[in-house]
């Protein structure tokens, strides 16, 4: 009898009994129908195999959007020489999204610069007076990032599954008097990593690197030139008789201090008085050249008599006055007048009036703020 063994698509062996002539079990065909059909499977099986093996496991991420902080507006920037520190320039604002992220977060947040001083929060650029400062954003508010204690740390930040988580906001600020002939080709940038925290099957926090940017970085101080640098100005003769008490003015005359200004600055002056820097009053003193007793200038704007201040285009210098916005400034209208005083020339002692010579001598400092 003759046996064959016939292996079905579904690899099941089914057997079939035959008996030859001689009643001998014939097998050679039976191992060569096995083996093609071997043959035929294998190749698929491992096709199938390699397939399986390169399928990525998903794993959970941490994006920004955009994933650099573009200034806005952007450049060229024309900032005031002498706008007031902290004053903003332009912004920008990322917003982070959660994949998969289903446990507890811890977020930190350091600033890649050189903070300008200790626990201020405002990095250094390439342009002297200007400053970049980050913040975390929340929905509850903003925290400045500064490098007290290494950084940023929040609290526990509640599993965001797919959600939303904070963001980051860059401001670009003045730090101190703008130097022209500059752009900000360098910049600091922010590294944000959120760390899992409780029972997590994961363990290496997902950080992200925040680079930024200024379109045409160009930074332009707005000033005013100063159409008279040096000006001299002489007083007429008078009597004694016109400053016979304390207190009489005479000799009133006009001078101007002439500018040429850019838009875009509110243009404030002090007048410092040059032989007695310290001087607060409005009396200007006379240099020790002076052979007059009993008198003193006085000089005034507009609104009346001037008062002195140091010589500094800082913001809020005493006695430092609004002249407008530098659009439409283009002089300062002044006046100087003798004043009957009761000290003599250095202030020191009074003194009684008597006739001679008056020199005296003021600087101005303009500032752009």
Same mark, same amino acid.
């Given at each position: 009898m003759n046996r064959a063994v016939i292996l079905s698509p579904a690899g099941v062996t089914s057997r079939a009994g035959v008996m030859s002539p001689a009643g001998v079990m014939s097998r050679a065909v039976i191992v060569r129908h096995a083996i093609r059909w071997l043959q035929r499977v294998l190749p698929l099986s491992a096709a199938g195999l390699l397939v399986l093996a390169g399928a990525p496991a998903l794993a959970q991420t941490v994006t920004f959007s955009p994933a650099t902080l573009s200034f806005s507006p952007a450049g060229p920037y024309s900032v005031p020489r002498d706008a007031a520190v902290g004053s903003q320039i332009a912004s920008? *604002?990322?917003?982070?999204?959660?994949?998969?992220?289903?446990?507890?977060? #811890?977020e930190t947040a350091t600033v890649?610069?050189?903070?300008?001083?200790?626990?201020?929060?405002?990095? *250094?650029?390439?342009v002297s007076g200007i400053g970049v400062s980050f913040y975390v954003v929340t929905s509850s508010g903003q925290t400045l990032i500064t490098s007290t204690g290494g950084g940023y740390t929040s609290g526990t930040i509640s599993a965001?599954?797919?959600g939303a988580l904070p963001? #980051?906001?860059?401001?670009?600020?003045?730090?101190? *008097?703008?130097?022209?002939?500059?752009?900000l080709t360098s910049l600091p940038s922010v590294t944000v990593t959120f760390s899992p925290t409780g029972g997590c099957t994961w363990s290496t926090g997902l950080s992200n690197t925040l680079a930024t940017s200024a379109n045409n970085s160009a930074v332009v101080p707005?000033?005013?030139?100063?159409?008279t640098p040096t000006v001299s100005?002489?007083?007429?003769?008078v009597s004694l008789?016109?400053?016979?008490?304390?207190g009489s003015t005479a000799g009133d005359t006009s001078f101007p201090i002439g500018l040429s200004c850019a838009s875009g600055?509110?243009?404030? #002056?002090?007048?410092?008085?040059?032989?007695?820097?310290s001087n607060t009053s409005s009396l200007l003193t006379l240099a020790s050249s002076s052979t007059a007793q009993g008198i003193k200038l006085r000089i005034l704007n507009t609104a009346g008599p001037v008062s002195f201040g140091p010589d500094s285009a800082v913001v809020g210098n005493t006695h430092q006055w609004f002249l407008g916005a530098s659009s439409s400034v283009n002089v300062v209208p002044l006046t100087v007048q003798y004043y009957r005083d009761d000290t003599n020339p250095s202030g020191t002692e009074s003194a009684t009036l008597s006739a001679g010579s008056v020199h005296a001598q003021a600087t101005f400092t303009m500032s752009y703020q």
């Open positions: 920008a *604002q990322s917003t982070a999204t959660a994949n998969k992220v289903n446990c507890a977060v #811890i890649n610069g050189t903070e300008i001083s200790a626990g201020s929060g405002v990095y *250094q650029t390439s965001p599954g797919n963001g #980051i906001q860059a401001n670009l600020v003045v730090t101190g *008097q703008v130097v022209s002939g500059y752009a707005i000033t005013c030139t100063v159409t100005v002489n007083l007429p003769t008789t016109a400053l016979s008490s304390v600055a509110n243009v404030y #002056i002090t007048l410092t008085d040059a032989t007695t820097p």
